[in-house]
């Protein structure tokens, strides 16, 4: 084999550990991030459609983020695509979300 072929194959192999650390990592900081911000949300008192639209502002700015971290390539850390990414932080987490909004909400504003 010449040494084209083997960078070639080298660059086409995938490391599946690498790629489910790296998944459960970017997991990790979602859930995290989501609490923090329903938790803000809630001590803001949004109620109705602002605290959705803060949910719509916050996940397309935690998308964006991490996809600039990522250098707009994230299939070179996870196996998803940009838009996979925008749509996973905008629907995975969302009941972490709404379930600390409602609970800082209602330790401010109503006990």
């Known amino acids: 084999m010449n040494p ?7 660059a ?13 990592q ?3 900081v979602r859930i995290v991030l989501y609490i923090v911000l329903g938790a803000i949300c809630g001590i803001c008192g949004f109620t109705g459609l602002d605290g959705f639209l803060f ?24 196996n998803e695509t940009t838009v996979q990414l925008l749509l996973s932080c905008m ?4 009941m972490s979300f709404v379930t600390f909004w409602t609970l800082s909400y209602s330790l401010v504003y109503v006990y």
């Open 91 to 94: 629907t995975g987490q969302f």
């Open 12 to 24: 086409m192999t995938l490391n599946v550990e690498v790629f489910q650390k790296n998944t459960r």
């Open 4 to 10: 084209i072929d083997e960078n070639a194959e080298k």
């Open 26 to 28: 970017i997991e990790l």
């Open 55 to 78: 949910y719509t502002g916050a996940s397309a700015v935690i998308a964006l983020s991490m996809a600039a971290h990522m250098q707009f390539a994230p299939m070179k850390y996870i």
